[in-house]
């Protein structure tokens, strides 16, 4: 069975540009979360979206949106791009509700902006 | 807030050798605790969770017992193995959000 999968794996912005970032839960998980990485530190919790509606919002700016689409899969979007957005990006997917249980994660997309 | 704390690392170890990671939490009510592992190259993966005070998690010859009088859950293998060197991760999830808190991971290195 296929695991959970994101989307570019890597890509460069500039400053002031937008970045969508995408994910595939593993089939049967209709909760998807996605999380920063900055490079030495844990990630950081951005979003959680269950059944296509969001469950919890980390402490990030506006700039940061997500959606969960009717197949489950979810987009992150990122908006004026700023140097500090550059990280790994996890999507991991559940198939919990409630409270936070066993997550899978995707490699993850790395996104540099210059 | 909640917080997790990890000793730093890198952890450098012989091959067999006994391995201890410390972890310690901050946490208002009953968390779940959890610790992931993250192979070069590969996504975050679950190793070993625990639910309630007293539990051990135990996975792959990992341990760790949740231990709430000392809010710690620190990570044990009695012998490792090159094969074991990765970036470990100790989170604790609770509240009434949806998420995981992470510590900043600490580096295991094992030589041959």
């Known amino acids: 069975d296929a695991g959970v999968t994101q989307s570019p794996t890597h890509l460069i912005k500039t400053r002031g540009q937008h970045v969508t970032l995408r994910c595939s839960p593993i089939s049967g998980h209709k909760s998807v979360s996605w999380y920063q990485q900055v490079l030495g530190q844990g990630p950081q919790f951005i979003f959680q979206y269950y059944e296509k509606e969001e469950r919890g919002r980390g402490n990030f700016p506006d700039r940061f949106s997500a959606r969960q689409f009717p197949n489950y899969s979810s987009e992150l979007n990122v908006n004026a791009l700023l140097l500090g957005d550059s990280a790994l990006y996890l999507c991991?997917?559940?198939?919990?509700?409630?409270?936070?249980?066993?997550?899978?994660f995707g490699e993850g997309s790395r996104l540099t902006v210059l | 807030g909640n917080s997790v704390t990890q000793m730093e690392g890198p952890v450098t170890l012989s091959e067999e050798a006994f391995l201890t990671i410390n972890c310690t939490y901050t946490?208002?009510?009953?968390?779940?605790l959890f610790w992931y592992v993250q192979y070069p190259g590969e996504g975050l993966q679950l190793l070993l969770k625990?639910?309630?005070a007293d539990d051990k998690g135990s996975n792959k010859g990992f341990e760790a017992t949740y231990r709430k009088e000392t809010t710690s859950f620190h990570l044990e293998k009695g012998s490792v193995q090159v094969s074991d060197s990765a970036v470990y991760f100790c989170a604790l999830s609770g509240g009434s959000n949806y998420q995981l808190i992470w510590g900043a991971g600490t580096k295991l290195i094992i030589k041959p």
């Open positions: 991991a997917s559940s198939s919990a509700q409630g409270r936070a249980g066993e997550l899978f």
């Open positions: 946490a208002t009510g009953y968390p779940s």
């Open positions: 625990a639910t309630k």
